[in-house]
């Protein structure tokens, strides 16, 4: 069994691990890549299952919030038991654990994990050079705010959080859709045209639907015991949610857990007994929409 300790902290080197681990183990799972983050390491996805619906189910965006990763691998493997037992859910699972892998080695591994980026992140932590809080990828780019969805009006709401260029977190890029990490979860979506997304992060036992996905976000909140909320302040633009909710698609924001921030890697098996449900219903109640 993937043990907790592999994926917790997880960073970009850990989930390297953790999918080599499980792609060994079970000959039904496939592994590729959607792309590279800024520094060049690699994007992975997992796919699960087959037919249809099919779903994306993405997480750590945010480095801080890298624990809804190891819950999407903890998850996939717990898939791949069940589903040689017959009792996985119909339908495909494409699962990308660790969206920003750049950005969970700054984290884990300090300034130095930045390598040719490190100046431009020690400029960006006031240069202090102190990544502990970092959440954005490698430029200092917030990937959650880079997306095609009221780009433009989160500028001034930007700038009066004082951020004017890269930054530890918040700070939306030049142009949506700039950094290659956003550009490669873009490109996954379109190339896979999935039913419906699911984006998780930490914290705040709270889920965000778009439009598209309010009834069912409404029912799979009530089944994990969260609420369905809207976002508000800096949180409402540029998201990923927020792109797909534009092309009319389904998609939810899950802020997994509660409690300190960052959730501690102790909470690991807390956070995944409180979404587990909803990862395994969602297609049935996301997939028909
Ligand atoms: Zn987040």
């Keep these: 069994m993937l043990a907790s300790r592999l994926v917790a902290p997880l960073t970009g080197e850990r989930t390297e691990e953790a999918v080599r681990y499980l792609a060994e183990r079970y000959p039904s799972l496939w592994v590729t890549t959607v792309g590279k983050s800024v520094m060049g390491r690699p994007i992975w996805m997992l796919r699960v299952g087959q037919g249809e619906p099919r779903l994306l189910y993405v997480a750590t965006h945010h480095s801080l919030e890298w624990i809804c990763g190891s819950a999407l691998l903890l998850f996939c493997e717990e898939y791949l038991k069940e589903e040689a037992r017959n009792r996985a859910p119909h339908g495909t699972l494409y699962l990308v654990p660790c969206l ?38 490698a430029r200092g780019v917030d990937l959650n705010h880079n997306y095609e969805a009221g780009f433009a009006a989160y500028k001034p709401v930007e700038r009066a959080l004082g951020i004017t260029g890269p930054a530890p977190t918040r700070y939306s890029g030049e142009y949506p859709l700039s950094e290659p990490e956003t550009r490669a979860l873009a490109g996954a979506v379109d190339t896979l045209s999935p039913h419906a997304v699911l984006s998780l992060h930490t914290q705040g036992r709270e889920i965000y639907a778009s439009r598209a996905a309010r009834a069912a976000g409404a029912l ?40 300190v921030n960052p959730l501690p890697p102790e909470t690991l098996s807390q956070v995944y007994r409180e979404v587990l449900p909803l990862l395994w219903h969602a297609p049935r109640l996301l997939g028909k929409m």
């Design 100 to 137: 920003n892998p750049d950005g969970v080695e700054l984290v884990a591994k300090g300034i130095r994990a930045g390598g040719v980026l490190s100046h431009l992140v020690r400029r960006a932590t006031g240069g202090m050079g102190d990544t502990s809080r970092w959440q954005a990828n």
């Design 220 to 259: 799979l909140a009530r089944r994990i015991g969260y609420t369905l909320g809207t976002p508000e302040g800096a949180a409402a633009y540029g998201g990923l949610t927020d792109w797909l909710d534009v092309r009319g698609m389904p998609a939810l924001t899950v802020e997994c857990g509660l409690g």
